[in-house]
């Protein structure tokens, strides 16, 4: 029998004492675990197109924006359904996480009416407006380039929300000078001083994103428990990279927990089927 065997076995309190030590530490420290989805843990770091994306977000910066498909169970058209699109629209517009939403119902119309163009600066046309010919307002949205299958279908059966989400201006100004080091440190490298500035940024950055992140999963799940309502009289589907990232960080997060309860109860098994006793189940 080894030295370090006869150790164990001469002195089993106090190696339980330690190793209960050792699991403490681990134990606690588990709690610094996180599990992130976003571009910059998706993409590497050299990827040509992602060096570009963060050159366009740095110039151009946009919200968040989730997609959501509305096809009525009627013909979407039809006053009924004109109507839950309009009750739809207005609940995820109020949502606390929603800056804004766009719909067919809020897309600007020109030939749908005969308000004359100069008009119009003041007094945008929609389908809401009395003065737009709804038959008009269809071929409008339907044959235009700039709605024509974006935000309506070519076969009128389907249209698009457009959900925004609110942007936290600490996150947007964090991002903007990170992205613009991370380029230059691309592009020809950093100085001593940068190099202290980008990790100080990064730091920084990974804090709020992971509130970002809180507050979008929140948001995310209000608007799914809003669409829940409106199942019964339309197809409804929920798109966009919020959701995506969000829920591949839900989904690994249930892996870990339906992996890991079954590694543990096979463990249990195979312990318990060997030794017979609960002392020998209990201590590994």
């Known amino acids: 029998?080894?030295?370090?065997?006869?150790?164990?076995?001469?002195?089993p309190r106090k190696a339980l004492i330690v190793l209960f030590c050792v699991l403490s530490f681990f134990a606690?420290?588990?709690r610094d675990f996180e599990l992130d989805a976003s571009a910059d843990s998706l993409l590497l770091e050299d990827d040509p197109?992602?060096?570009?994306?963060?050159?366009?977000s740095a110039r151009y910066q946009t919200s968040p924006l989730l997609i959501v498909t509305f096809s009525p169970h009627g013909i979407l058209f039809e006053d009924e359904a004109l109507s839950r699109l309009t009750q739809l629209r207005d609940e995820l517009k109020s949502l606390a996480g929603v800056d804004s939403v766009?719909?067919?119902?809020?897309?600007?119309?020109?030939?749908?009416?005969?308000?004359?163009?100069?008009?119009?600066v003041g007094n945008i046309q929609t389908l809401e407006s009395s003065t737009v010919d709804r038959m008009r307002a269809i071929d409008e949205l339907t044959n235009s380039p700039v709605f024509q299958s974006l935000i309506i279908s070519r076969d009128r059966l389907t249209t698009a929300i457009l959900v925004n989400l609110k942007l936290d201006p600490d996150f947007t100004a964090l991002q903007i000078k990170r992205n613009e080091l991370l380029i230059q440190r691309s592009a020809g490298g950093l100085s001593r001083e940068q190099i202290?500035?980008?990790?100080?940024?990064s730091a920084a950055y990974d804090t709020v994103s992971e509130n970002v992140s809180e507050s979008?999963?929140?948001t995310i799940e209000a608007v799914r428990s809003v669409l829940a309502r409106y199942r019964p009289y339309a197809e409804l589907n929920l798109g966009g990279f919020p959701m995506i990232a969000d829920d591949m960080i839900?989904?690994?997060k249930n892996d870990l927990v339906v992996f890991g309860g079954s590694v543990l109860g096979f463990l249990v098994f195979v312990l318990a089927l060997i030794f017979r006793r609960v002392r020998w189940v209990m201590l590994p």
């Open 196 to 201: 202290a500035e980008l990790e100080d940024i």
């Open 1 to 11: 029998m080894g030295p370090a065997l006869n150790l164990l076995l001469t002195h």
């Open 49 to 56: 197109d992602f060096q570009l994306s963060r050159q366009v």
């Open 216 to 218: 979008d999963h929140r």
């Open 102 to 120: 766009m719909s067919i119902l809020d897309a600007p119309l020109v030939t749908s009416s005969d308000v004359p163009l100069s008009e119009m």
């Open 250 to 252: 839900q989904f690994v």
């Open 28 to 30: 606690y420290h588990a």
